[in-house]
C-alpha cells in the first residue's frame, strides 16, 4: 500500500512550506539589523535557529522512516 | 460511542482534594507577594529562564491536554503530537522582533501595542477581538476540564431527597467556581509557582502513565507492533479524513496556532515578560520549543496509544468504540492502581486549571489596562497617590476576573456540539485568530502598514471570514487542498488558510493604496462640505457593515467590496498618522529605538560580567543602586546603566530580586547600598549576598 499521502508528502510540505517562513524570518531579523551579527550572543542565536530546524527535520524523518519499516 | 461514569475509588478523590488543597496553599503563599498590579500581572520581571520555562510546561500542557491529544492519539497514533512539533518556523519573528519589542517598549497588553503603533481605534478592536479570543480559549479549558472529570464522577447523585444529574455543563460550573476563587486571590506570582511546581509533576504522571502502560501491554517493542503502520507515522495523512489531517492543522495550528501562541496569547507573553530580561526570555522559549514541548507531547498523547495498543491486543479490555475524549481516563484508571489513578487525575485537572486561570488572569490584565483605565482617564478619576490607584485597580482586576470566568463558562456552550474537544478547539482557532495574527504580524515586520490597513484587516477581514462560513463550497473550497466537505462542520481545519489569505490580502490592498486613499481624503477635506459628506459615508459604510455581519441581503456578496474601499478613507480622513514617529521602536526595523527608550539613554553595549555584593540600607529616594568604582568596571556598567539584583541563591528564580538605575559609585568594593523601599520590593534577606548583572 503507499502511504506517501501519510508520511513523506506532508513531510515536504511541512518543511517546505514551513521552511518559507521560517527562512523569511532569519533573512528579515538579519536585514533589518535586529539580530546583529557582529555581537556573538546573537551569532550564536543565528546558529540556534539553524540547529533547532534541523533537530525537528531530523526527529520527524527519522519517526517517519522507522515507521515505514 | 461507549461512554464511562465512576472510574476511580474513594482513594483517589482523597488523593485529588489533597493535592488540590496543597496547591492552592501553594499558590496562596506566592499570592503575599503580591504588592501590585505589576507583580499582578507581570510577576514584577524578575524570573530566570529556568523557572519561567517550566512553568510553561502546565500551561502550554494545559491548553493542548491530555484528553485532546489523548483523544487523537488513540484516534489516529503519533500524528496526535504534530502541534507539539510545529512552533519553530516563526521563533526568528518572535525573538528578535515581537519579544524584544513588547518588552522595550513598556505594552502592558497587545491592545496597547496597537494604540501606540496605530491610534485608539485600533486599539478598540484589537481589545474586542482579543476579549473574544481569550474568553473562547478559556471555554475550550473548561470543556476540557468537564470531560476529563465526567468520567469519575455518578451519573447522578441525591440530594435532599431529589434525584440531580451531574451534567458536563453543571461540572463546569463547579470548576469554574475553584478556579475564579484561586485565581482571584493569587494573581502572576501565585500562578508563576505553582504551574512550576505542576509542571515538574505534570511531566512526571505523564511519563509514569507511559511506563506503566508499556510494562501492562508486554514492553516497548510490543508497543510497537501492536500499533497498525499509520499509528505510527509522525503526521497524519495529507489531506484526510476531514476530521483530522495534515494540511488543514498545518495551517490551523502551525501557521496560525504558532503565531497566535507566540504573538497573540496574553498569557504566555506575561509569562516571557516576567524574565528578568529579553535574552532570558529567548532561553526560556527555546528550551521551551526545542525540548520541553515534545517530552510534552509525550506526556499528553501517550495514553491515546496506549489505549489502541491494548484495543488491539484484547478489545475486551479496551474497546475500539470507546469515545476518544475519554480514553485518558479509562487508560489511566486500568493501568494504574488507586491513589496512583488519583495523583494522575489530580495533575490532569491541575494542569488544566492552570491553563485557565493564566487566561484569566491575562484576559484581566487586558480588560484593566485596555477598558478601566481608558475609561478612569476618560470620566477624570483623580487618585491621591499611586498606591491607591494601584489599589483599586487591583480590585478592578480581582473583580474582572470573576466576571470573565462566568463569561468562559457561557462560551461553552459554543463548542459542546463538535464530537472531540480538539475538533472544537481547530474550529474555534482558526476562526478567531487570523484578523489579529495578521494584524500583529504585519504591524511588527511591515513599516508601512497603516492604521487604515489595520482597521479594514479587522473589519473586511472579518466580514469575508463570515462569508466564507456562511458558503464554505465557494469561498473555502478553492483552498481545501483536496480536503472533502464535512457539511455538518465544513473544514474545520483548513479555513484558516482561507482566513489568513483574506485578512492578508485586504491588509496588503488597504496599504498599497495608501497614496489613493490620502488624495480622496484631501479632495473631501477641500470640499466645504467634508463634514455632511463624512457623517453620509460613515453611516453607509456603518449601515453596509452590519448587513454583511447578519447576512440580510441577497447583496451580502458586494458588501466586503464596500467596507475594503470605504472604511480607509474613512480611517484616513480622521487619523493623523505619521510613519517614522508611529513606528520609532514599535516595529523590527527600529529595535534598537525602543532600547534606547526603555533605558532613557545610550545603551551601553560594553560586556560584562556578574558581581557578587553584600547590601546595605541607604536613605536615597531615587531608585537608584550604588556601587563601587571597581565593581562597576566588572559590571561594564556607567552611571544611568540599568542593573539586576537577585538574591545570590539561584534555586529561588530570581523570586528576591530587583531592576535599578546605577547611582554615584563610592569606594568600598563588594558593597552595594539600597534603599528600604528598594530591599522591600526585592525581598531581600538580611545578611544574603546579592548577584548583579548589567542589563542590556
Redesign the interface.
Known amino acids: 500500500m503507499d502511504y506517501f499521502s501519510h508520511s513523506w508528502l506532508p513531510y515536504l510540505y511541512l518543511y517546505g512550506v514551513g521552511g518559507i517562513f521560517f527562512f523569511s524570518g532569519v533573512y528579515l531579523v538579519w536585514k533589518t539589523g535586529a539580530i546583529d551579527l557582529s555581537k556573538s550572543h546573537h551569532r550564536t542565536w543565528m546558529k540556534v535557529f539553524f540547529l533547532g530546524y534541523a533537530w525537528f527535520m531530523i526527529v520527524h524523518g527519522l519517526f517517519t522512516y522507522f515507521a515505514l519499516q | 460511542m461507549e461512554t464511562f461514569h465512576n472510574i476511580g475509588t474513594s482513594t483517589d478523590w482523597i488523593v485529588m482534594v489533597i493535592y488540590f488543597l496543597a496547591i492552592m496553599s501553594f499558590g496562596t503563599y506566592f499570592g503575599r507577594y503580591t504588592k501590585d498590579t505589576s507583580d499582578f500581572f507581570f510577576g514584577g520581571r524578575r524570573f530566570s529562564w529556568w523557572l519561567i520555562t517550566m512553568s510553561i510546561v502546565a500551561t502550554g500542557v494545559g491548553s493542548h491536554s491530555f484528553v485532546k491529544y489523548s483523544a487523537k492519539g488513540f484516534e489516529h497514533g503519533?500524528s496526535s503530537s504534530m502541534t507539539y512539533?510545529?512552533d519553530?518556523?516563526?521563533?526568528?519573528?518572535f525573538?528578535?522582533?515581537w519579544l524584544?519589542i513588547i518588552v522595550y517598549s513598556k505594552v502592558r497588553s497587545i491592545p496597547e501595542y496597537f494604540e501606540k503603533r496605530f491610534n485608539p481605534s485600533a486599539r478598540f478592536l484589537a481589545t474586542i477581538l482579543l476579549l473574544f479570543y481569550m474568553i473562547g480559549y478559556i471555554g475550550i479549558g473548561f470543556l476540557t476540564l468537564g470531560k476529563a472529570v465526567i468520567p469519575m464522577l455518578p451519573e447522578s447523585f441525591q440530594i435532599f431527597g431529589s434525584i440531580v444529574d451531574i451534567t458536563l455543563m453543571r461540572a463546569i460550573i463547579v470548576i469554574a467556581i475553584i478556579t475564579g476563587i484561586y485565581i482571584t486571590f493569587g494573581g502572576q506570582t501565585a500562578v508563576i509557582f505553582t504551574d512550576l511546581l505542576q509542571g515538574f509533576i505534570l511531566l512526571f504522571a505523564g511519563f509514569l502513565l507511559f511506563i506503566l502502560g508499556i510494562t501492562y501491554v508486554g514492553g516497548g517493542q510490543e508497543f510497537w507492533d501492536l500499533l497498525p503502520?499509520?499509528w505510527?507515522?509522525?503526521?497524519?495523512?495529507?489531506?484526510e479524513p476531514s476530521s483530522f489531517n495534515?494540511?488543514g492543522i498545518?495551517w490551523q495550528d502551525?501557521?496560525a496556532g504558532s503565531v497566535g501562541f507566540l504573538f497573540m496569547n496574553q498569557g504566555l507573553l506575561m509569562r516571557f515578560m516576567a524574565c528578568k530580561s529579553v535574552?532570558e526570555g529567548?532561553k526560556a522559549a527555546?528550551i521551551n520549543?526545542?525540548f520541553v514541548l515534545?517530552l510534552s507531547a509525550i506526556v499528553v498523547g501517550n495514553a491515546g496509544w496506549l489505549g489502541k495498543a491494548m484495543s488491539v491486543m484484547d478489545p475486551g479490555i479496551v474497546s475500539p468504540n470507546t469515545s476518544p475524549d475519554e480514553i485518558f481516563v479509562v487508560v489511566a484508571s486500568i493501568v494504574t492502581s488507586p491513589g496512583i489513578f488519583g495523583f494522575i487525575m489530580a495533575a490532569l485537572t491541575a494542569a488544566l486549571m492552570s491553563t485557565v486561570d493564566t487566561l484569566i488572569n491575562a484576559t484581566a490584565a487586558i480588560f484593566v489596562n485596555d477598558v478601566y483605565r481608558p475609561i478612569m482617564k476618560y470620566l477624570k478619576k483623580k487618585y491621591d497617590n499611586n498606591k491607591q490607584k494601584d489599589k483599586q485597580e487591583l480590585f478592578a482586576a480581582r473583580i474582572t476576573s470573576i466576571a470573565i470566568t462566568a463569561a468562559g463558562v457561557l462560551s461553552v456552550l459554543a463548542f459542546i456540539q463538535f464530537p472531540t474537544v480538539y475538533e472544537a478547539h481547530g474550529y474555534f482557532h482558526s476562526t478567531l485568530t487570523p484578523p489579529l495574527v495578521v494584524a500583529i504580524f504585519m504591524g511588527v515586520?511591515w513599516k508601512r502598514f497603516t492604521p487604515a490597513g489595520v482597521i479594514t484587516t479587522f473589519l473586511g477581514g472579518v466580514v469575508l471570514m463570515i462569508l466564507g462560513a456562511r458558503f464554505p463550497e465557494v469561498f473555502i473550497s478553492p483552498f481545501d487542498h483536496g480536503i472533502e466537505m464535512n457539511p455538518d462542520r465544513p473544514y474545520s481545519y483548513i479555513r484558516a488558510f482561507y482566513n489568513l489569505i483574506v485578512c492578508v490580502g485586504v491588509g496588503v490592498f488597504v496599504t498599497v493604496t495608501t497614496v489613493i486613499q490620502k488624495n480622496i481624503a484631501s479632495t473631501i477635506k477641500s470640499n466645504k462640505n467634508s463634514k455632511s459628506i463624512m457623517w453620509v459615508l460613515s453611516v453607509f459604510t456603518g449601515v453596509v457593515y452590519l448587513l454583511a455581519i447578519l447576512g440580510f441581503s441577497s447583496l451580502q456578496f458586494i458588501f466586503p467590496v464596500f467596507i475594503i474601499v470605504l472604511v480607509p478613507i474613512i480611517v484616513t480622513y480622521y487619523s493623523d498618522y505619521d510613519e517614522e514617529s508611529s513606528t520609532k521602536g514599535l516595529t523590527?526595523?527600529s529595535?534598537?529605538e525602543a532600547k534606547l527608550a526603555f533605558k532613557g539613554s545610550k545603551v551601553n553595549?560594553k560586556l560584562g560580567e556578574t558581581v557578587e555584593v553584600n547590601f546595605f540600607v541607604s536613605d536615597h529616594e531615587q531608585d537608584e543602586v550604588m556601587f563601587s568604582k571597581n565593581d562597576l568596571l566588572k559590571l561594564g556598567a556607567e552611571v544611568g546603566d540599568l542593573v539586576y539584583l537577585s538574591d545570590k541563591r539561584k534555586w529561588l528564580g530570581g523570586l528576591k530580586s530587583i531592576h535599578s538605575k546605577i547611582g554615584k559609585p563610592h569606594n568600598e568594593d563588594g558593597k552595594v547600598y539600597l534603599s528600604e523601599d528598594q530591599i522591600d520590593h526585592g525581598l531581600f534577606d538580611k545578611g544574603k549576598m546579592l548577584i548583579a548583572e548589567k542589563e542590556m
Open positions: 503519533f512539533l510545529n519553530w518556523f516563526f521563533v526568528p519573528f525573538m528578535f522582533g524584544p503502520l499509520t505510527k507515522l509522525p503526521l497524519a495523512d495529507f489531506n495534515f494540511v498545518f502551525a501557521v535574552n529567548r527555546t520549543i526545542l515534545p515586520f523590527v526595523y529595535i534598537n553595549e
